[in-house]
């Protein structure tokens, strides 16, 4: 099906290139037919999302623990570990990484779990690197409680996880529901497993006694007053626990084990992400559930719909993203000038429809007031909805026309109350989060076990941005009082350098981005001097290539921030940002475009190598494989629109 485009203005751009808009809309074109030709049957895309090894390790350690460890699918994710191994040893967690130290243990004992041979060089050398970084002392909390269950690391040495935390109060500084969402669904079931410490048997010689540094590992603490509150509390808890002074654990537990079944439903597996899917296995093992009961099949099942299978090697997904590569497609194929009404966006939007939430989920908690509305991240997932994917939708639903009057209103109702829902979920201080309302007790994230550096659910600039291009769209003038909020809360995020700081993708070029735009939609003079330090940050900041990119490591180090190899999805980034603020015919703008260009795959989409997505900082990251031909699109799209 040839993709209808719209007729592009013939205007001249002296300092754009010569003849450069031909070739732009050929390149669009291209890239439109590819997304019309990977776009599934029923009408929506999903491309792969990719993670670090520590997923294929804690895959092959859960199939130990339920007595599956030699099958086929398990030697093919240990081969996918060796192809990813460093060539100066151990793991990364994203591509041009350092090793880390919680990756490479895990990765070198599943290996070595599976007989592989201690002098092989990337065995030697992984070791070597594990004891250069502080060996398994130096590992994450995680990371320790899944050695305990293995018989590596005393359980005394893992940070406590009471599942009596289920029972505090709602009113209570520290309850369940002041935790970020993902962090609940990993929580609860890891809560059973530190309560019940259980115990799965490994040869002796697959023991990693060699990777402790010193006589035994040793939790480490964050310096600060909180942190050594909360390092009290956890002796405190470990005090109780020896001597079992545990009046509640029975009623606590219970809790835990209804509240996973709860969330198993209408779900692909708790939380439809992978740590919690693989903790609700050892954790419904723990409370006497079998391989064969519904419930734990259930999450075994969707443990296997994340491999993703090869010739040789197998892989693991974190998730899937198909509502979010829907609407981000969609809002690509318009802006780069599908019709509304082309055939192919009607049947997306049918696709997403289908998949609105209208019941309850743990967000009322922190807002009872709140009317239900809005999408999830994945295919099932009716507990979280969450706010950037429903702006995004809405974003996309409202640049489409169905040409059916039926289906024009029941996108217009289902609008309406994503709208109302995200409404009631902008937090006091004017930004928005993922799941949660005011979900920013900063204090939670020095407890022991918060080291994923990701316990709470605060605003976040790249959020509101969104929000509010999404607000924008939707006809809310900047006279709204949401929109002056949100605003505010831009102006208040963002650094000295011009620069807005990006939760969810790699970094600043995405944090930045995203601001203007919202800037932009919302009204905002793009010529004050705000949105120009922006602008000079950009072009500072741009590769010889032509191209930009950032890498992960600029979380740990902001004196890296822009830099970093060039990709197609960043690229776009930064161009999107120069337009949002008017810059669509300077050097820099022609530079990123005759990059996109020379970049283009014959198929007519592009490759990023690099990861430029962000689960948790620091801790976490991804590659969007779709992220390198939809935000190119839509960012030459964007060029063309304005020529």
């Known amino acids: 099906m040839k993709p209808a485009v719209k007729a592009q203005k013939e205007a001249t751009a002296p300092h754009v290139g010569a003849g450069i808009e031909s070739r732009v809309l050929r390149a669009v074109t291209e890239a439109q037919e590819y997304l019309i030709r990977i776009q599934n049957n029923d009408g929506h895309w999903c491309g792969e999302l990719e993670g670090d090894t520590i997923l294929e390790s804690e895959y092959i350690l859960t199939m130990h623990f339920i007595g599956r460890l030699h099958e086929r699918r398990t030697l093919k ?234 010739r040789d090697t197998l892989r693991v997904a974190p998730c899937f993203s198909p509502v979010w590569d829907t609407a981000l497609t969609m809002v690509s194929l318009v802006g780069s000038g599908f019709e509304p009404e082309h055939p192919a966006l009607c049947k997306a939007a049918e696709w997403l429809l289908q998949r609105e939430v209208r019941a309850m989920g743990d967000w009322v908690v922190k807002n009872p007031k709140g009317e239900p509305g809005g999408w999830y991240f994945e295919y099932r997932n009716e507990f979280y909805p969450d706010v950037d994917d429903t702006f995004q939708v809405v974003t996309a639903l409202s640049s489409m026309r169905f040409p059916e009057g039926s289906s024009e209103a029941r996108k217009s109702a289902a609008i309406g109350r994503a709208l109302g829902w995200v409404l009631s979920m902008q937090n006091k201080d004017g930004g928005w989060a993922s799941f949660d309302r005011d979900c920013n007790r900063d204090f939670l994230t020095r407890i022991p076990f918060a080291d994923h550096n990701a316990m709470t659910d605060p605003s976040t600039s790249d959020i509101t941005g969104r929000g509010l291009e999404t607000l924008a769209s939707a006809g809310y003038l900047r006279q709204h009082l949401a929109t002056r909020n949100a605003v505010k809360f831009l102006y208040r995020q963002q650094e000295e350098d011009g620069t807005w700081y990006g939760r969810w993708g790699c970094n600043y070029i995405y944090g930045s981005w995203l601001a203007l735009r919202g800037l932009e939609c919302s009204g905002e003079d793009m010529k004050q001097e705000r949105a120009q330090a922006a602008v000079r940050w950009f072009r500072k900041v741009q590769n010889r290539d032509g191209g930009w990119g950032e890498s992960p490591q600029s979380y740990n180090d902001p004196a890296l921030k822009g830099q970093g190899p060039s990709t197609a999805a960043q690229t776009a980034w930064a161009l999107l940002g120069l337009m949002a603020a008017g810059d669509f015919r300077g050097d820099n703008v022609r530079r990123g475009i005759e990059y996109l260009l020379a970049t283009q795959e014959e198929d007519g989409s592009w490759r990023d190598e690099q990861w430029t997505a962000t689960g948790f900082p620091k801790v976490f990251y991804l590659r969007y494989h779709l992220y390198a031909t939809y935000f190119p699109l839509l960012a030459l799209g964007r060029f063309l629109g304005n020529e």
């Not at 996880?161 to 009113?171: D, Q, S, T």
């Not at 402790?212 to 964050?222: A, D, E």
């Not at 029975?250 to 996973?260: F, I, P, S, T």
């Open 77 to 310: 994710a240990a081969r996918y570990l060796v192809e990813k191994s460093l060539p100066d040893g151990g793991w990364a967690i994203y591509p041009g990484g350092p090793p880390d130290v919680s990756a490479s243990a895990k990765a070198y004992f599943v290996l070595k779990l599976l007989g592989h041979d201690l002098n092989r060089s990337y065995m030697s050398k992984a070791r070597r690197a594990i004891l250069n970084l502080g060996g398994l002392g130096a590992t994450n909390s995680f990371t320790r409680t899944y050695f305990a269950i293995f018989g590596q690391v005393p359980w005394e040495c893992c940070a406590a996880v009471p599942p009596e935390l289920i029972l505090l109060p709602k009113w209570f500084p520290i309850n369940l529901y002041e935790m970020s969402a993902w962090t609940r669904a990993i929580v609860v079931p890891l809560s059973v497993i530190w309560a019940y410490k259980p115990s799965c048997a490994v040869p002796e010689t697959a023991g990693i006694r060699e990777l402790w540094v010193g006589s035994r590992p040793h939790p480490q603490y964050p310096p600060g007053l909180w942190s050594g509150l909360f390092r009290v509390i956890d002796s405190c808890l470990r005090f109780v626990e020896r001597h079992r002074m545990l009046p509640l654990r029975r009623r606590a537990l219970k809790a835990c084990e209804a509240w996973m079944l709860q969330h198993s439903q209408n779900s692909d597996g708790i939380g439809a992400i992978f740590p919690p899917i693989i903790n609700s296995i050892i954790a419904l093992r723990c409370l006497g559930y079998d391989l064969d009961h519904p419930a734990t099949r259930a999450q075994i099942h969707e443990l296997e719909r994340l491999e993703i299978e090869e």
